[in-house]
């Protein structure tokens, strides 16, 4: 099963790319967690996008490309994946499609989760309040002004994105709105049918 998880910061993607990836025994490929992890290493990928992360704007392709590139290379990728955070540009959403054609294979579905403004600027206060009260960190970009920022430019990068995968006939749509199990019936159903 090859699966990109779309929608917007605070959609649920990491929580729906999660259960699915219990559903479906393949890997989880979460750009963001990547991304994270390399800043905490302070390795060099580390170091070239810790400031653009903090900002809340996106990594150049050219870097995504290379570092989703390398990563469905590996073994436990055979049978697929869930990318979570990754294509975010009809560039990177293009660069996908060509390595997986290289392959022979294709995405069986892009979702998208659709979830409106208010509930997402809700959720993210309550992962920041749950990080607070588990004693964890909260992540840098998970303050209000970065939220913004992040939400903008997904607005501004999402309409292209999704026409790309409604043309390819790959899109999925589902309501991200409802609780969580709802949520990945829905989408399990539509993939399904
Ligand atoms: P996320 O955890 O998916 O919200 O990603 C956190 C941050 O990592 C984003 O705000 C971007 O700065 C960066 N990032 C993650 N995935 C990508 C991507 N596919 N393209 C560009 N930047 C990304």
């Known amino acids: 099963m090859r699966l990109v998880v779309l929608g917007p910061p ?32 302070g390795t060099e990928l580390g170091r070239a996008v810790k400031a653009i992360m903090d900002r809340g704007e996106l990594v150049p392709d050219e870097v995504m490309n290379q570092m989703v590139s390398d990563r469905i290379d590996r073994e436990d990728c055979r049978n697929g994946f869930i990318l979570d955070g990754y294509p975010r540009t009809v560039e990177q959403a293009t660069a996908l499609t060509d390595m997986l054609d290289r392959k022979g294979t294709k995405l069986d579905g892009a979702i998208d989760l659709k979830v409106d403004r208010a509930m997402l600027i809700e959720r993210i206060a309550k992962r920041v309040a749950d990080t607070l009260a588990a004693g964890g960190t909260v992540r840098s ?32 749509q589902v309501d991200g709105m409802q609780g969580m199990e709802a949520v990945t019936r829905n989408i399990a159903n539509l993939l399904s049918g």
């Open 10 to 41: 605070g959609a649920g993607k990491g929580t729906q790319a999660r259960r699915l990836v219990e559903r479906y025994g393949v890997p989880q490929l979460s750009t963001g967690e990547m991304l994270r992890a390399a800043v905490a290493d």
């Open 141 to 172: 970009d998970d303050n209000p002004e970065t939220f913004a920022r992040r939400l903008e430019e997904y607005g501004q990068t999402a309409a292209p994105l999704l026409d790309y995968y409604r043309h390819r006939g790959e899109l999925v």
